[in-house]
T-cell receptor, first 109, second 115 residues
Framework: AQRVTQPEKLLSVFKGAPVELKCNYSYSGSPELFWYVQYSRQRLQLLLR??SRESIKGFTADLNKGETSFHLKKPFAQEEDSAMYYC???????????FGTGTSLTVIP | GAVVSQHPSWVICKSGTSVKIECRSLDFQATTMFWYRQFPKQSLMLMAT?????????EQGVEKDKFLINHASLTLSTLTVTSAHPEDSSFYIC???????????FGPGTRLTVL
């Protein structure tokens, strides 16, 4: 069963426009949600995790348990935000880890 | 999409033994593969970058003699946990880089339990 769904494989926005990368999950219990980012020719790196409740590089993500979503948002996209973004879920017991299929974000100058 | 497999998916071993985990890109060639480790309730942590035909690049704090990585072909990288101990018990995930679009594809992971 698909645990983490990122419905958009490709997303393009203009510089300065708001951006939202969608992530929905399916998991019984209390999962932990993450967003990972991969910039061109760089390794995958953690962007943020929901338990930290912090804003990284202007990005925020709120866990909505009612909608089982963890959408990534940024009010004003920058060119350097162009990257591959992965939503990921960790099971409540830490014994499972599921990645979404990723969303490629392109910010158009 | 591109598929990356890992074998085994689950392994239990005795303390002091060595365990080899394979990561294969099934339908594409990958000059670069990554090995990650996940501790319970923690983020995925990059262990090393495996480059075909050359030595792996290890992240700070990762013992290269403990976690041997071999990337002998464009479709296979192996991680050998040498002289495993219970603290090495973890979930190991590999990923392979598709150079055409710089997209990373992940393996399903290997659960290692060291008794």
């Amino acid at each position: 069963a698909q645990r983490v769904t990122q419905p958009e494989k490709l997303l393009s926005v203009f510089k300065g426009a708001p951006v939202e990368l969608k992530c929905n999950y399916s998991y019984s219990g209390s999962p932990e949600l993450f967003w990972y980012v991969q910039y061109s020719r760089q390794r995958l790196q953690l962007l943020l995790r929901h338990i930290s409740r912090e804003s990284i590089k202007g990005f925020t993500a709120d866990l909505n348990k009612g909608e089982t979503s963890f959408h990534l948002k940024k009010p004003f996209a920058q060119e350097e935000d162009s990257a591959m973004y992965y939503c990921a879920l960790s099971g409540f017991d830490g014994n499972q880890f599921y990645f979404g299929t990723g969303t490629s974000l392109t910010v158009i100058p | 999409g591109a598929v990356v497999s890992q074998h085994p998916s689950w392994v239990i071993c005795k303390s002091g033994t060595s365990v080899k985990i394979e990561c294969r890109s099934l339908d594409f060639q990958a000059t670069t593969m990554f090995w990650y480790r996940q501790f319970p309730k923690q983020s995925l942590m990059l262990m090393a970058t495996s480059n075909e035909g050359s030595k792996a690049t290890y992240e700070q704090g990762v013992e290269k003699d403990k976690f041997l990585i071999n990337h002998a072909s464009l479709t296979l990288s192996t991680l050998t946990v040498t002289s495993a101990h219970p603290e090495d018990s973890s979930f190991y995930i590999c990923s392979a880089l598709l150079w055409q679009n710089n997209e990373q594809f992940f393996g399903p992971g290997t659960r290692l339990t060291v008794l």
